[in-house]
Every structure is written in structure tokens, then in C-alpha cells.
């Protein structure tokens, strides 16, 4: 049974900085591209970042150089740093299998991120 588990989400100011957790297993984490995805309230998902097993990494344009997608391949562990965190970034935090990242059942149960002051 895959299981995706998002850890690491809470409050922070403007500013602030977050690490993302993502604990995997049930499949094949070390040789499968895995991708993060945020919804904001009221808003369809939208793809964040993926990164393959070989630590390659893309990012939508507007997290480039303040997120970085990182993976512990020996512990099945995906994680995402969130530095100069902006308000337009609150939303729940979803980690996915890349293959199917649209899918809500793809996903874990998701960590809230809030930006506010």
C-alpha cells in the first residue's frame, strides 16, 4: 500500500522559513521521480516542484531560488526547504508520486503552510 506522509507545515511571517517532510513507502521511492504540490483555498492544485532520483530538480517559476526540493533515498524521505516565504505561498502541501500527481489519491494527507503577520 503506498503511503505518503507530509510533516513540517505551521505558521510563519513573511519572510520566514519552513522545512517540508515526506515520509514514503509502499513502492519504490528510490528509483521514482516525486513531485510536491500546493492548493491554496479556493484554488486547483498546482505542481510546485519534482525532483528525480538522481537529485535533478525543477520548480515552477515562482518558488525558483527560494524552495528547494531535496530526497533522503536511504530513508524514503522527500523534503522541501521554503525560505523568504511570501503570503501567496499559504496553502495545504501535498508530496506525490510524479506519475499521478494530479490525482488527490496519489497524494498524502497534505501539511498546512500559513504565511501571515
Aim: net charge positive; with cysteine.
Amino acid at each position: 500500500e503506498v503511503q505518503l506522509v507530509e510533516s513540517g507545515g505551521g505558521l510563519v511571517q513573511p519572510g520566514g522559513s519552513l522545512r517540508l517532510s515526506c515520509a514514503a513507502s509502499g513502492f519504490p521511492f528510490s528509483s521514482l521521480p516525486m513531485t510536491w504540490v500546493r492548493q491554496a483555498p479556493g484554488q486547483d492544485s498546482a505542481w510546485v516542484s519534482t525532483i528525480y532520483p538522481n537529485g535533478t530538480t525543477y520548480y515552477t517559476y515562482p518558488v525558483k531560488d527560494r524552495f528547494t526540493a531535496s530526497r533522503d533515498n536511504t530513508k524514503n524521505t522527500l523534503y522541501l526547504q521554503l525560505n523568504g516565504l511570501k503570503t501567496e505561498d499559504t496553502a495545504m502541501y501535498y508530496c506525490a508520486k510524479t506519475s499521478c500527481w494530479r490525482d488527490n489519491g496519489c497524494r498524502g494527507q497534505g501539511t498546512q503552510v500559513t504565511v501571515s503577520s
